[in-house]
């Protein structure tokens, strides 16, 4: 299947209108768009909007085999009860781990290389069979994705779609209450965005929800998010 200008037309037709963008997306693009989803603090709003639509989109969870047990353990059970029915673990190459982290310790000295080896990489593998890919990101969220559209070219043809870019923390706070969901368990803890265990930390209540992501290192993001070429 090929994705047409046509295809992206209609996409970006349904404005910012979160719950309209994802409808176009996952009916224009049926069985070429996957979700990309972290199981994390804030996931819960995007996967049941995807839940009410297509409950069989696929879902993809970068299984780093670095998560926080809560995390694995929310993935298991959010999914379960959103009913979604094809979330897919993707995880590293075993090889390449053997060859580049045997000591699961990258992550201390290099962690581009650590999130190039365990996010980045079995990602674009993942990706290969679709031509765009969901995420739940939010302009709110960083100062690096405050001019992120909600249809942005990824490069080779393809394209990811950010349904909730205008959202809030209020707006998820609100459709997470609204819709009595789960949260995930560390988010209770000081803990607003949520990655592999080592490199995460709880934040302070004046700190900015990312401030626990890579603490003290100058990196904001792990290499999954790239501009387009």
Known sequence: MSLTSDKISTIERAGDDARAVLRSALETLHGDVAVLSSFGAESAALLSLVADIAPATPILFLETGQHFPETLAYRRALATQLGLTDVRDIRPNPDALRNRDPEGQLWAFDPDACCQLR???????????????????????????????????????????????????????????????????????????????PCTRAVGEDEDPRAGRWAGLDKTECGIHRPAL
């Open 119 to 197: 996010k980045v990489e079995p990602l674009d593998l993942a990706t290969l069979p679709f031509h765009a890919l969901i995420t739940g990101r939010k302009r709110s969220q960083a100062s690096t994705r405050q001019r992120m559209e909600i249809v942005e070219p990824n490069g080779e043809g393809r394209i990811k779609i950010n349904p909730l870019a205008t959202w809030s923390a209020a707006d998820l706070d609100e459709e997470i209450d609204r819709r009595s969901l789960p949260r995930h368990p560390l988010s209770l803890h000081g803990y607003p965005s949520i990655g592999c265990a």
